[in-house]
């Protein structure tokens, strides 16, 4: 997992470029939830939420978008949103709640 701090952006000299998106397939497909994270602001943040999010147990499949700071993600059945939560706090953002 990672412990990257954000106080806003991964990238606060503004090197990083901002892949559209970043998806990350686990396994079969289920449930879509799309959930509203702040602090994202290019593809490596797309890619530390997709990462954390993605260990969830159940996850099938996770796309992040930095863009528009939505989280689309498919898993076997609805995830606990506290875990979410935690997931999102781990890489260093904030999970604002469901779309």
Do not use: F, P
Not at 14 to 23: E, F, I, Q
Not at 26 to 31: D, E, L, N, P, R
Not at 37 to 66: F, I, N, P, R, Y
Request: glycine share 12%; with cysteine.
């Amino acid at each position: 997992m990672t412990t990257e701090a954000n106080s806003g952006s991964c990238c606060g000299t503004g090197s990083c470029s901002s892949n559209a998106n970043v998806t990350i397939d686990v396994q079969g497909a289920g449930v879509t939830t799309i959930y509203k994270v702040s602090g994202m602001t290019c593809g490596h943040c797309e890619g530390a939420v997709s990462q954390e999010v993605s260990a969830l147990e159940g996850v099938a499949a996770v796309t992040a978008d930095a863009k528009t700071g939505e989280v689309t993600v498919t898993s076997a059945a609805t995830l606990d949103e506290d875990a979410v939560r935690a997931a999102v706090d781990e890489a260093g953002y904030e999970l604002v709640g469901r779309v």
